[in-house]
C-alpha cells in the first residue's frame, strides 16, 4: 500500500505533464538530468531514490491496478501519461492517517540514512554482545566502512557500555514514541542485539502482513524522519547525532562537476565539450544540473535578461512545464536550453529576468 501511495503522489504531482516511466525515474533514482529537473520542478525531492531496487516489471504492475481501480486515469487520450482521479485523490486523503508519505527525505537524506542505519545496526549488535561478554558473533552487516567507523565509534564508549547503551535505548525510544505504531515496531524488530536476531524482511513482511517493499520502505520513511528530526534537536539526541555521516554526497553528478570545475577554470561551453569530447548539449544538461543547486548560478551570461523575461512570459501562459508548449511561444533564437535554464532557476526561486 505505501508504493501505491508513493506513485499516487509522484502522478498528481506530475500533473499529466510527464510519462508514467517519470514516476518510476523518480522513485527508483534515476540520474538523468530530466529526472533531477522534474523532482525540483514538480517538488517531488522527497521521493526521489527512495526504492532503487524497483523493477519496471513491478512498477508497471502496480501502476495498472491503480489504473484498473480507476485511481488514475489516461492524461488527454496520451497512454504514456496519467493523472490522478478524485478516487485516486481520496484514497491519499484517507490513507495519510495509516502512512505519513511526508517522511520520506529522499533527495536530502537518501545517502545519510543508509549510512546511519548501517552503522546503528552494527553498533547495537557489537555493544550489546561485547557488555555481555560475547565476542564472537556474526556480523548483520559486512561493509568495511561501517566495521571501522564502529570500531573506532567502540573505543571512544568501551569503558562504559552500561551508560552508553542506556542513553542510546532512551534516545531511540523518545524518537520512536513520535512515530505510528505499527512504524516503530517494524524498526525494532529489525534490530539485532544481544542474543535477539533482527527479523528478515521476508518474516517482517509475514509478521505484519505487508509486501517486502512496503517493509523496506516502511524503514526508508522511519530513517528519513529520524534523521530529520535529529539534525532539528542534536542536542536532545548527541549518541544517535553522532552516528549520523558528517557529510551528504554531492547532488551534482560526477560529470556534471567535472564540467563545474572547468567552468570555474574559465573554460567557455565550446571549450569543455571540445576538451571532454561531449557534444555542445551534454555540457549543457550539465550546466542546468548545476543551476539547480548553485545559488550563485551566472545565469545572465547564458541568457540575457531580455530573453529571460520572455520565457517567463510564456511560461507563466501555458501554465505548464512541457518545453514544447513554452517553445512554441517565444522567439526562434531562445533554445530549449535557455528555456530549461530559466525554469530551474524559478524553481530555485532565484531572481532572474529581473
Known sequence: MIL???????????????????????????????????????????FYSIYPKLSKSYFHKVSN??????????????????????????????????????????????????????????LIQTVTNVHMNQFQFIPVVENQAIEKWVKKAYQRIKMDTSAFLIQLHTELQRLLQTFPALMAEIFVDRLTSYDNYGKSIHQLANSYFLTMIDVELTITACLHRMIDIINQNKHAYPVLNGIIPEAETPHVTASALTTYHLL????TVEAIADYRKLRMNTIYDHLVEIAL??????????????????????????????????????????????????????????????
Open 65 to 122: 491496478a491503480l489504473k484498473k481501480d480507476q485511481l488514475i486515469q489516461a492524461a488527454n487520450s496520451n497512454e504514456e501519461s496519467y493523472l490522478i482521479t478524485p478516487d485516486g485523490m481520496k484514497w491519499l486523503d484517507d490513507y495519510k492517517t495509516e502512512f505519513p508519505l511526508s517522511y520520506f527525505f529522499g533527495l536530502q537524506y537518501g545517502y545519510s540514512s543508509i549510512v546511519f542505519w548501517e552503522r546503528l545496526k552494527l
Open 4 to 46: 501505491e501511495g508513493v506513485i499516487l503522489s509522484c502522478i498528481h504531482g506530475l500533473q499529466g505533464e510527464r510519462s508514467i516511466s517519470a514516476t518510476y525515474h523518480v522513485i527508483s533514482g534515476r540520474k538523468s538530468i530530466q529526472t533531477v529537473q522534474d523532482i525540483h520542478m514538480y517538488d517531488l525531492k522527497q
Open 264 to 267: 570555474r577554470d574559465g573554460l
Open 293 to 354: 543547486y548553485d545559488s550563485q548560478f551566472p545565469i545572465d551570461a547564458y541568457v540575457p535578461r531580455s530573453d529571460q523575461k520572455i520565457i517567463i512570459r510564456a511560461f507563466n501562459e501555458v501554465n505548464t512545464y512541457k518545453l514544447k508548449l513554452i517553445k512554441e511561444k517565444v522567439p526562434e533564437h531562445i533554445s530549449y536550453f535557455h528555456i530549461r535554464l530559466v525554469l530551474t532557476m524559478l524553481t530555485n526561486t532565484q531572481k532572474v529576468g529581473g
